[in-house]
């Protein structure tokens, strides 16, 4: 079993800068694959970023277009997402997961999450 704990989140203003991190217990974390999700309110789930257990490949959202990077830290179990140039619609619950087994686009192919953040922007 794996617990995922978020921490980071906020309230901040547009153009600004926020850092969350995801800290994994359990099983062996340098293992899984590990992502980060965000929704909205009214709206879907949506894939935000991704990092490869095996090579560090990662996978970014269209609407990131280079405002974030996320990267993990396989000593300390934890993966990091850096949130720049937030804008108002980057609002809402951002959650960790882990381990996943069918491509990381689809929230139902992760295994593992955590209970979210809230990251509020303000414009």
């Known amino acids: 079993q794996v617990q995922l704990v978020e921490s980071g989140g906020g309230l901040v203003q547009a153009g600004d800068s926020l850092t969350l991190v995801c800290a994994a217990s359990g099983r062996s974390f340098s293992e899984y694959s590990m992502g980060w999700f965000r929704q909205a309110p009214g709206k879907e789930r949506e894939f935000v970023a991704s990092?490869?257990?095996?090579?560090?490949?990662?996978l970014y959202g269209d609407f990131v277009k280079g405002r974030f990077t996320i990267s993990r830290d396989n000593l300390k179990n934890t993966v990091t997402l850096q949130m720049n140039s937030l804008k108002p619609e980057d609002t809402g619950v951002y959650s960790c997961?882990?381990?996943?087994?069918?491509?990381?686009?689809?929230?139902?192919?992760?295994?593992?999450w955590g209970q979210g953040t809230q990251v509020t922007v303000s414009s």
């Open positions: 997961a882990g381990y996943n087994f069918r491509g990381p686009y689809d929230p139902a192919s992760w295994r593992y």
């Open positions: 990092i490869a257990w095996n090579n560090g490949n990662t």
